[in-house]
């Protein structure tokens, strides 16, 4: 079956950096676009950043813009999120998500596996 793995959170103070990583298992990585989405405690789940098969066309939320970069290495079958100068607002759990369809969206429901999150806490 489809397996999505997400690693990499953590806590750490506001101005540092981790970096997430996302590896799939049970589906053709290259033929599946890759989100990363994230929910803070008492919002809405929210699109973070997408990639596409071949890893071109990057696209972000404006808050993380320039401080934030989805990669894919599809040798690997993984997709990863570097997150610098990070804030106590992106404080969440985030997700990684598949997508075989061909819009290209940042539309939770077009991504059809989901992996079970990893916590990244930031403290100020």
């Known amino acids: 079956q489809v397996q999505l793995v997400e690693s990499g959170g953590g806590l750490v103070q506001a101005g540092a950096s981790l970096r997430l990583s996302c590896r799939a298992s049970g589906l053709t990585f290259s033929a599946h676009a890759m989100g990363w989405f994230r929910q803070a405690p008492g919002k809405e789940r929210e699109f973070v950043a997408r990639?596409?098969?071949?890893?071109?066309?990057?696209n972000y939320r404006d808050s993380v813009k320039g401080r934030f970069t989805i990669s894919r290495d599809n040798a690997k079958n993984t997709v990863y999120l570097q997150m610098n100068s990070l804030k106590s607002e992106d404080t969440a759990v985030y997700y990684c998500?598949?997508?075989?369809?061909?819009?290209?969206?940042?539309?939770?429901?077009?991504?059809?596996?989901w992996g079970q999150g990893t916590q990244v806490t930031v403290s100020s």
């Open positions: 998500a598949a997508d075989s369809g061909f819009a290209y969206t940042d539309a939770e429901s077009e991504y059809e596996y």
């Open positions: 990639i596409s098969r071949s890893g071109g066309r990057p």
